[in-house]
């Protein structure tokens, strides 16, 4: 099963996924297990699904979105535009079957403008952490707010652990682990570009430790909020909103 994931991820997405997959299989892994709680979710409903991706990069998640159920339709946020539009180059032929829209703006903004109550899946992967902790809690509340009642957050990312001594052991690892991989590649530039964000991931006004993840969510309004899959500092967190 996994061979023919990677497969049709590498035909479709190509070099991005690959590299990606090189650097930090834990990545695509997140991806992929968004993917399986979205098709979950699928399972168990019928007809068609609004889902609203933030963050979509290059399309490797919003790939793994769409292949995850032919009831979903995909509006894609991301306000970084040189990746958007490999993320548009990619995932043409689902775009052009109105499967997937693409939106520019940041995140809260795109929020914002989307009608409450309006959506039934909030997905995504490796966003959130990016953010500014007070943005991220505005963007928590918008989440909430356009979900349906019983709609779902599902989000595999970077969640830090608790235990400080831990994830600074964990995270040094990781650091070990890119300049063995890129070094052998001579892809120093890469390697200095996934170092130096390393540091902002890690800033007290970025890092998303655990607890105070989950309760951000509960204060949110959020219920049956559940952390799962926990690989090293990646995690996948998945929470509703009541009926």
């Known amino acids: 099963m996994t061979d023919k994931y990677d497969a049709i991820f590498s035909g479709v997405i190509g070099q991005d996924y690959e590299l990606l997959n090189l650097i930090c299989p834990l990545a695509t892994k997140m991806s992929r297990l968004v993917g399986d709680a979205v098709s979950d979710y699928a399972a168990h409903t019928t007809g ?10 290059t399309g490797i998640t919003t790939l793994s979105l769409l292949t995850a159920s032919d009831k979903l339709n995909i509006l894609s946020i991301d306000n970084e535009p040189v990746m958007q539009e490999q993320a548009k180059k990619h995932l043409h032929k689902w775009a052009t079957e109105g499967r997937l829209a693409f939106c520019g703006d940041d995140a809260l903004t795109a929020l914002k403008n989307i009608a409450t109550g309006s959506v039934d899946i909030v997905a995504s992967a490796y966003t959130l952490h990016n ?12 989440v909430f707010r356009i979900l349906t009642p019983g709609g779902r957050f599902i989000n595999g990312d970077r969640y830090g652990l608790d235990d400080v001594s831990k994830h600074t052991r964990t995270i040094q690892d990781e650091v070990s682990g890119y300049f063995k991989v890129l070094t052998q590649i001579n892809k120093l530039d890469v390697l200095e570009h996934w170092i130096v964000h390393l540091f902002s991931d890690e800033s007290e006004n970025h890092v998303m430790r655990e607890s105070v993840a989950l309760k951000q969510l509960s204060d949110a309004g959020f219920s049956i909020i559940t952390l799962s899959h926990r690989l090293e500092v990646n995690a996948l967190v998945t929470a509703t909103k009541p009926d």
């Open 48 to 57: 068609n699904l609004t889902v609203v991706e933030l963050g979509g990069g």
């Open 131 to 142: 953010f500014l902790d007070t943005y991220r809690n505005e963007v928590l509340q918008e």
